[in-house]
């Protein structure tokens, strides 16, 4: 209702994966499109929606090539979901969302990661009737003058003694806050709101990545 120019009836989740948020967003009647490149992913919130009584539209794209046939109001992408391997596909990925948008419509990214230079790996475990799957998530510097990295999701299951292990890596690169804004400015479909003010930048001098970036589409 601050930031928005138009009313918001129809929502757009990219990278959605199984997206609790897009699926409360269609509790509450909104109009929810979900979008992600994984069949398997969208089958997946497909069944859980069928489940819980609501009603999503499903969208297999990449996020930087993709256009719906119409409209929404309003965009998000969550859980640390804004990364690409270059800056050419960032800007592609801005011209697809700005074609995906209304005018006046947000924007909303969580988690632009920020802080490369003090990055620790994030490892933990979770059960669930009698599976245990440890979870570890870690980044390597690649290239500091192409701001590269590895990063690499490691999957350690125990399946009632059946032990499994799930390797993913993927090369990406870091894009920081003056960058993000240059690039923003460069791309000319979008004017940046602000930093959220709970997650304001000064409040990432310890190294945080929970921040969220607000834009609106010109």
Known sequence: KKYSKVRV?????????PSLQLRELAKRRYEAIGLDSSPQMLEY????????????????A???????????????????????KNTEELL?????????????????IENLALDWPSFKPQSWVMKKNGIRVKATYKEEK???????????????????????????????QHVYPQEFLTLVELNNKFEF??????????????????????LRKR
């Open 142 to 172: 690649k290239d500091a003058l192409s701001q590269t990295y590895e990063e690499n999701i490691i999957f350690e299951v125990n399946d009632h003694g059946r032990k499994l292990k799930f390797i993913e890596k993927a090369t990406l």
């Open 62 to 84: 990449d996020m930087t090539n993709f256009k719906l046939k119409k409209k929404v109001d309003f965009a998000f992408i969550m859980m640390g979901s804004f990364r690409f």
């Open 45 to 60: 919130l497909k069944r859980r929606a069928k489940e819980e009584g609501v009603k999503i539209k499903i969208v297999k």
């Open 9 to 17: 009836k129809r929502v757009l989740d990219i990278a959605c994966g």
């Open 193 to 214: 709101l602000d930093w959220f003010e709970r997650f304001r930048l000064k409040r990432l001098k310890k190294g945080s990545n929970d921040n969220i970036v607000l």
């Open 92 to 108: 592609r990925h801005l011209d697809c969302v700005s074609n995906s948008l209304k005018r006046g419509g947000l924007y909303l």
